[in-house]
């Protein structure tokens, strides 16, 4: 069937360098990333090289500060790189995220000492990170995880395992919440852990449904040693960082929903205007054309939705109710689009000669990374009601 090239996103965007931006991530999208996503996906290949790419060209560090290596970009442009990456592959716009979300908590809580000597690296030097907060048995109750850093001198001694870490295994480095204290939330410190300290390992990757070429997999910390010039921010104070973090971190998962959501309205419409039933093309019949609309006006909707909770964060207003609510419909959008891109291909959308089934598969996770969808809709509600009677 011939290739029709789907329409690009026509995007509201604050600067001619953010529109430059834009222009030099579709062409690394186009020729670097698409290409070969179908086939390195189906391989369960990361394609590491393309994040050295990403780092060579600046676009690692995009939201921190340009004194570091940052890009200095307002989240509402880092975001629309994020969905312009996950559209080309899940995979590469994904693992964008999870790198800044684990270059987080050092570039916002670190010492200005700590800064100076890791972010330059961690932004433009090559490096990539992983975000360990999850555990075999606290997920969702992230607060009761149970991997320990016990001080002796000037170290600290972390014992535990990590679970559903992104890029486990291969990260250069590990943003690791451990407790130090009490039970709850108020007993846990973050630490910054090299990804070649001795100690450290990763399990076999997760066996996935989808998103095969981004390995996930536990991390297990046996007695790592990290002195205490690699603690981030004050003793205690892990938990309310990586919660900071997850709030920034679900506007990326919110557009790379986005992305995956247009990548699959693209090939819907790609599709019907080409395949031909009854002597026209099938996107002439009416009902598949209002499918279309309803992709595409779903899609605007949560494109809308995070432009306006990264504007809010831009400007230093509270955003978390925002970034709980495109998270929330983002994904869920993802998963619908996906889903009607599928039968809107018939036959052929469940086959793997059509990218549709895989951004189905790709979109379900999504739902779930970062807090799932229930938990979206219980911050929600707290910002609404009020806490939950004990």
Not at 14 to 40: F, G, K, M, N, Y
Not at 74 to 79: D, I, T
Not at 168 to 173: K, M, P, R, S, V
């Amino acid at each position: 069937m011939p290739d029709r090239a789907p329409q690009q996103v026509d995007r509201q965007l604050p600067t001619d360098e953010a529109r430059d931006l834009i222009s030099l991530v579709r062409d690394i999208a186009q020729r670097e990333i698409t290409p070969s996503a179908a086939e390195e996906e189906d391989a369960g290949r990361f394609p590491r090289e393309v994040f050295t790419l990403l780092s060579d060209a600046g676009l690692l560090g995009l939201p921190y500060d340009a004194e570091f290596g940052g890009g200095e970009q307002p989240y509402e442009v880092y975001l629309q790189v994020l969905e312009e990456l996950a559209a080309a592959r899940l995979t590469v716009g994904l693992g964008l995220s999870v790198h800044t979300l684990a270059s987080y908590a050092l570039a916002t809580y670190g010492t200005k000492e700590q800064q100076t000597e890791h972010l330059p690296a961690m932004l433009g030097g090559g490096l990539l990170g992983a975000y360990c907060l999850s555990e075999p048995a606290s997920g969702s109750d992230a607060a009761s995880l149970r991997t320990k850093a016990v001080r002796e001198g000037d170290d600290w001694v972390i014992t535990g395992t990590k679970a559903w870490i992104t890029h486990g295994g291969i990260a250069d480095f590990y943003t690791v919440m451990a407790r130090t204290g009490e039970d709850g939330p108020r007993g846990i410190t973050a630490f910054l852990v090299p990804g070649d300290a001795e100690g450290l390992s990763a399990a076999v990757p997760e066996k996935k449904m989808g998103l095969k070429g981004s390995p996930t997999a536990q991390v297990h910390l046996d007695g790592v040693r990290v002195p205490d010039a690699r603690r981030i921010g004050e003793e205690g104070q892990g938990f309310a960082i990586a919660l900071s973090a997850l709030e920034s971190g679900r506007l990326g998962i919110a557009a790379c929903a986005i992305g995956v959501a247009q990548a699959a309205l693209d090939e819907a419409v790609s599709y019907a205007a080409e395949r031909r039933q009854f002597g026209k093309p099938i996107v002439d019949f009416q009902g598949l054309r209002f499918m279309l609309a309803d992709m595409a006006t779903q899609i605007e909707a949560g494109r809308a939705l995070y432009l306006t909770a990264a504007r809010l964060r831009d400007a230093g207003l509270p955003f978390a109710k925002q970034a709980a609510m495109a998270k929330l419909h983002c994904t869920d959008t993802a998963m619908r689009v996906t889903t009607d891109a599928v039968q809107i291909l018939g036959g052929y959308g469940y086959t793997a000669d059509f990218p549709a089934e895989r951004y189905m598969r790709e979109a379900k996770v999504l739902q779930i990374v970062e807090g799932t969808n229930q938990i979206q809709r219980m911050v929600i509600a707290r910002h609404l009601a009020g806490p939950e009677e004990r």
